[in-house]
């Protein structure tokens, strides 16, 4: 079994930036794909962005592109993401997620990741 513990969320104002982070525990995660989420109440869990076992290659909504940055440190078993310019509609609980598979891809369906963290609120406003 692998542990996500996220970090780092809060409340800002629209245009500050935010880094969560997210630590695994429980098995080396260093050959899997990791990602971010994010869901608001009533909305499916929409992907975020998504780093592959190296960090070689990255992937990214298009409602982020640009602003958000994911990068990991597999030495600590840690990803994070990096959220810069704010807006309100950035707001949501964001979970980092795992594949457990052995793909050099970056799903978008959430249905492909196995594990997941708690969860940690993010809350822009205006």
């Known amino acids: 079994q692998v542990q996500l513990v996220e970090s780092g969320g809060g409340s800002v104002q629209a245009g500050d930036s935010l880094r969560l982070s997210c630590v695994a525990s429980?098995?080396?995660?260093?050959?899997?794909?990791m990602a971010w989420f994010r869901q608001t109440p009533g909305k499916e869990r929409e992907f975020v962005g998504g780093?592959?076992?190296?960090?070689?290659?990255?992937n990214y909504a298009d409602a982020v592109k640009g602003r958000f940055t994911i990068d990991r440190d597999n030495s600590k078993s840690m990803v994070y993401l990096e959220m810069n310019s704010l807006k309100p509609e950035d707001t949501a609980v964001y979970y980092c997620?795992?594949?457990?598979?052995?793909?050099?891809?970056?799903?978008?369906?959430?249905?492909?990741?196995?594990?997941w963290g708690q969860g940690t609120q993010v809350t822009v406003s205006s």
């Open positions: 429980g098995r080396p995660v260093n050959s899997f794909t």
């Open positions: 780093i592959t076992w190296n960090g070689g290659r990255t």
């Open positions: 997620a795992l594949s457990w598979k052995p793909i050099v891809t970056i799903p978008v369906s959430s249905n492909e990741y196995t594990y």
